[in-house]
Nanobody, 121 residues
Framework: QVQLVESGGGLVQAGGSLRLVCAAS????????MRWYRQAPGKQRDLVAG???????AYADSVKGRFTISRDNAKNTVYLQMNSEKPEDTAVYYC???????????????WGQGTQVTVSS
């Protein structure tokens, strides 16, 4: 069994910062890409940022220069540092990871349960 558990969400004023953490646990052999998505009420779930196992990163245009994704492979953990927060960043943030449970098994995508981020103006 694999679990992805997010933490670090909350309420922040515009211009403030939050740091999200997502830790993967359970039967894990290898993790490839890890990502953060977000979903605002009434909207689709959108990709915010992604990071490969080698540390290559990619960002949505809306967060470039404000958010930073990083990971600790030894801890199976991915982070999202969010600075200069805007009200439009308000959403539920989800962690996503492509991982193998055993050597030779297929990579599958796993999701966390989500953490709420609310930015007040």
């Amino acid at each position: 069994q694999v679990q992805l558990v997010e933490s670090g969400g909350g309420l922040v004023q515009a211009g403030g910062s939050l740091r999200l953490v997502c830790a993967a646990s359970g039967s894990i052999f290898r993790i490839n890409d890890m990502r953060w998505y977000r979903q605002a009420p009434g909207k689709q779930r959108d990709l915010v940022a992604g990071i490969s196992s080698g540390g290559t990163t990619a960002y949505a245009d809306s967060v470039k220069g404000r958010f930073t994704i990083s990971r600790d492979n030894a801890k199976n953990t991915v982070y999202l540092q969010m600075n200069s927060e805007k009200p439009e960043d308000t959403a539920v943030y989800y962690c996503n990871a492509d991982l193998q449970q055993t050597a030779g098994s297929l990579f599958r995508a796993y999701w966390g349960q989500g953490t709420q981020v609310t930015v007040s103006s």
